[in-house]
């Protein structure tokens, strides 16, 4: 084949490509052409059913991230439980309470405190066993409600039944802790004035 052909598209192909590449290219047979063509439209459709497959697969995906409200109230549940236990081992400090209680016992026969100290002394004595006796209420009425050997609720009955009544033990179990925390300070403060 003669490349010296009017044809411009083949005089531009001829100022990039060598004599003998020349040749070659513009000597397929028609045969040739088509098995090309074949392999181009199966790249394509090869191109298009992975496209395909993919995206099914991230649409499948995206769908199963949609979560069941059932599952998501569950998962409420167990960790307000967990909160819930978190504050009780923070806020139980019964050692604590005891041995400043025993402390305050001590400090009250000290012969020089004024009789309004021990009035103090005596008022944080009484909050000390309230702290306590608040802790012990809570934890045999939490203990009743949510057994420890028991499963956490997996139905919306048992839920709408359950999730009222932790909440309010998370609320008295903060309350609890404040309260805890601020007799334990002020009684702590009450013993080095006395010190």
Known sequence: MDFKSTDTSHQQL?????????AQLFSFSMDQVKILLYFKATNLIMRFFIYL??????????KNNESDPLVDQVAAFKQLQEQTLD??????????????SMAVEERKKTEYLSDEMIRKLDAAQIELGNAH?????WMKEYSTNFPFEAEPPTSKEALDEKMPIL?????????????????????????????
């Open 14 to 22: 001829g100022v990039f490509f060598s004599s003998k590449l020349k």
């Open 53 to 62: 497959i993919t995206t099914l697969l991230f649409t499948a995906s995206c």
């Open 87 to 100: 504050i009780h081992n923070e806020a139980m400090q019964l050692g604590v309470l005891m041995d400043l």
């Open 133 to 137: 006796d608040a802790m012990m209420d």
């Open 167 to 195: 909440e309010s033990s998370f609320e008295q179990i903060k309350h609890i802790q404040e309260q805890t925390d601020k007799v334990i300070k002020y009684t702590e403060q009450l013993l080095n004035k006395t010190a």
